[in-house]
């Protein structure tokens, strides 16, 4: 089956140390992203690539880092220098076409730091 | 910072009734999508809407989009229980090869039996 999976769903992190969520997606799709999401809160951009190997800030990126060395796999490194990573992280990637852009999602990483 | 803002915040309805959400958005787009999430799950998408486009239909979903006023709305009409989730509108900013999506704050819907 076609989609994105996001892996673990749950992780628990103690202070003080990096964590990465793992993004992979078999949609061949060229951009990808990473939101987090507070309870009761819209998402907030933290990454997004375009293509292999780039990838740009988006409005929360501090304390976050990405890589894009494959077409299919975004992962999001939450380093010691994120005050506050508690939260719920989504990855979604897009496939543009003349009709606009479709995102899809995968299900999501609930980060606790403990 | 947020390029959409959805009104309202919550949204309590009988079931039966219609359901309008209203998304106000910043700067130019190339068109602008609405997405649906239940609690804790990823988001689904719904329908997009060209910046050229002045309305359009899904089923139940009637999206419309101002451009002028940097707005858009969706409504859906005899709701249903499972209708009950959070509704995101999304935007994908103007011009050529430029895919940062971005997200409003949400409206989160209940619909009483």
């Known amino acids: 089956d076609g989609g994105i999976t996001q892996s673990p769903k749950y992780l628990f992190r103690k202070e003080g140390q990096n964590v990465t969520l793992s993004c992979e997606q078999n949609?061949?799709?060229?951009?990808m992203y990473w939101y987090r999401q507070d309870p009761g809160q819209g998402l907030r951009l933290i990454y997004y690539s375009q293509i292999v190997n780039d990838f740009q800030k988006g409005d929360i990126a501090e304390g976050y880092s990405v890589s894009r060395e494959k077409k299919e796999s975004f992962p999001l490194t939450v380093t010691s220098a994120q005050k506050n990573p508690t939260a719920f992280y989504l990855c979604?990637?897009?496939?543009?076409?003349?009709?606009?852009?479709?995102?899809?999602f995968g299900q999501g990483t609930r980060l606790t730091v403990v | 910072s947020q390029q959409g803002e959805e009104d309202p915040q919550a949204l309590s309805i009988q079931e039966g009734e219609n359901a309008t959400m209203n998304c106000s958005y910043k700067t130019s787009i190339n068109n602008l999508q609405w997405y649906r999430q239940n609690s804790g799950r990823g988001l689904v998408h719904l329908i997009l809407i060209r910046s050229n486009e002045r309305e359009k239909h899904s089923g139940r979903l009637r999206v419309t989009l101002d451009t002028s006023k940097k707005s858009s709305s969706l409504l859906i009409t005899a709701s249903r229980a499972a209708d009950t989730a959070s509704y995101f509108c999304a935007t994908v900013p103007s011009g050529f090869g430029n895919e940062k999506l971005t997200f409003g704050t949400g409206t989160r819907l209940t619909i009483i039996p």
């Open positions: 949609l061949n799709h060229d951009a």
């Open positions: 979604a990637s897009t496939a543009t076409s003349v009709s606009g852009t479709e995102a899809f």
